[in-house]
């Protein structure tokens, strides 16, 4: 028989040993759900999370974006991590393998999905502005200013955004203002042009930056897939050291813009105006597309030639000739289909 001290002292131990039990068994249950995945309503589920979004929204925008888990559980885990406040703003996603855990590390982490929108080189600044309409989940604060307003925006201090945006990929987080990537773009073809401009041959005949990057747009629209654009600046440069006009045909198709069918005929050549450049010497007003770093380095530092023409054998390569002879001679054969 069983004293009644003996039995007292065995409750006793009991009522002790009973929390530390089921606090065993909850902390087990918190961790096995901590490294389960997450069930989700469909395959993925994404989320942006604003800035100043507080840890019990987040929980809850998880939910709603088809987390099928309780709100409160996700919250108690950010709270209880003590990494609530270190959740950071921005795009994220998450696939039928996420576990808590993970989920709190990529936000913690800022591990984002992103977004890109490519800007391809040679492309003006309407195909840009189109590009930027039409790339997803970007907030449009530029569509509703005019290029006046846009460039005050952007801090472009020139009167005309066509050439100022490097061509290049751009990430960004979902629901991110335009105007973010505008200026990114803004300030790499800064950086790039300001590169270009002190790598300049010592007898350039160009006078600023602005000239380098007029000229690099041409050399852009005017090189095959073939060609050296370095080549091709050179034919530029040696014109304008002796006043020669470009006579380039994509400035002169920039000059008409909309009203270009894909035909660019003999009238539009003699239709004077501030991009043709077969009436005009010099540069055009402004530059006429998005140039490439290559580009910019081939119009700072040109190939050593003397050559005045050049005309393209449609393979994606060109003929460059020294004089007006020469150059006839490979228009006829390689325009014209005559052998010489």
Do not use: C
């Given at each position: 028989?069983?004293?009644?001290?003996?039995?007292?002292?065995?409750?006793?131990?009991?009522?002790?040993a009973l929390?530390?039990l089921l606090?065993?068994?909850?902390?087990?249950?918190?961790?096995?759900?901590l490294?389960?995945?997450?069930?989700l309503?469909?395959a993925?589920a994404?989320?942006?999370?604003?800035?100043?979004?507080?840890?019990?929204?987040?929980?809850?925008?998880?939910v709603?974006?088809g987390?099928?888990?309780?709100?409160?559980?996700?919250?108690?885990w950010?709270?209880?991590?003590?990494?609530?406040?270190?959740i950071?703003?921005?795009?994220?996603?998450i696939d039928?393998?996420?576990t808590?855990?993970?989920?709190?590390?990529?936000?913690?982490?800022?591990?984002e999905?992103?977004?890109?929108?490519?800007?391809?080189?040679g492309?003006?600044?309407?195909?840009f502005?189109?590009?930027?309409?039409?790339?997803p989940?970007?907030?449009p604060?530029?569509a509703a200013?005019?290029?006046?307003?846009?460039?005050?925006?952007?801090?472009?201090e020139?009167?005309?955004?066509?050439?100022?945006?490097?061509?290049?990929t751009?990430?960004?987080?979902?629901?991110?203002?335009?105007l973010?990537?505008?200026?990114?773009?803004?300030a790499?073809?800064?950086r790039q042009?300001a590169?270009?401009w002190?790598?300049r041959?010592?007898?350039?005949?160009?006078?600023?930056?602005?000239?380098l990057l007029?000229?690099?747009?041409i050399v852009?629209?005017?090189?095959?897939?073939?060609?050296?654009?370095?080549?091709?600046a050179a034919?530029?440069?040696?014109?304008l050291?002796i006043?020669m006009?470009?006579?380039?045909?994509?400035?002169?198709?920039?000059?008409?813009?909309e009203?270009?069918?894909g035909?660019?005929?003999?009238?539009d050549?003699?239709?004077?105006?501030?991009y043709n450049?077969y009436?005009?010497?010099?540069?055009?007003?402004?530059p006429?597309a998005?140039?490439?770093?290559?580009?910019?380095l081939?119009?700072?530092?040109?190939a050593?030639s003397r050559a005045l023409y050049?005309?393209?054998?449609g393979?994606?390569?060109?003929?460059f000739?020294?004089?007006?002879a020469?150059?006839?001679?490979?228009?006829?054969?390689?325009?014209?289909g005559?052998r010489?």
């Amino acid at each position: 028989m069983v004293s009644p001290a003996k039995g007292s002292r065995r409750w006793w131990w009991l009522a002790l040993a009973l929390p530390v039990l089921l606090a065993a068994l909850g902390w087990a249950a918190v961790q096995a759900w901590l490294d389960r995945p997450l069930p989700l309503a469909h395959a993925s589920a994404e989320l942006s999370i604003e800035p100043g979004d507080t840890p019990r929204a987040v929980a809850e925008a998880w939910v709603r974006a088809g987390v099928q888990s309780h709100p409160e559980w996700l919250y108690q885990w950010f709270r209880w991590s003590g990494l609530a406040r270190r959740i950071r703003a921005g795009s994220y996603e998450i696939d039928a393998g996420t576990t808590p855990r993970q989920l709190l590390d990529k936000m913690v982490q800022g591990d984002e999905t992103l977004a890109r929108l490519l800007l391809v080189e040679g492309w003006t600044w309407r195909q840009f502005r189109q590009a930027l309409a039409a790339a997803p989940n970007l907030k449009p604060a530029a569509a509703a200013l005019d290029d006046a307003a846009l460039r005050a925006a952007v801090g472009i201090e020139a009167a005309s955004a066509e050439g100022r945006f490097f061509p290049d990929t751009y990430a960004y987080s979902r629901g991110v203002s335009d105007l973010a990537v505008l200026k990114r773009a803004h300030a790499a073809m800064q950086r790039q042009l300001a590169e270009a401009w002190s790598q300049r041959s010592p007898d350039t005949p160009l006078k600023s930056p602005d000239d380098l990057l007029i000229l690099a747009s041409i050399v852009e629209k005017e090189t095959g897939p073939k060609d050296d654009p370095r080549q091709i600046a050179a034919v530029f440069v040696n014109r304008l050291r002796i006043g020669m006009p470009l006579q380039s045909d994509p400035t002169v198709i920039y000059g008409l813009g909309e009203a270009f069918d894909g035909n660019l005929r003999k009238r539009d050549l003699l239709a004077d105006g501030p991009y043709n450049s077969y009436t005009r010497a010099g540069l055009p007003p402004t530059p006429i597309a998005m140039p490439s770093r290559a580009a910019l380095l081939a119009a700072a530092q040109p190939a050593p030639s003397r050559a005045l023409y050049f005309v393209a054998r449609g393979d994606g390569s060109s003929v460059f000739s020294d004089n007006l002879a020469d150059h006839n001679r490979a228009v006829n054969q390689y325009q014209r289909g005559r052998r010489p």
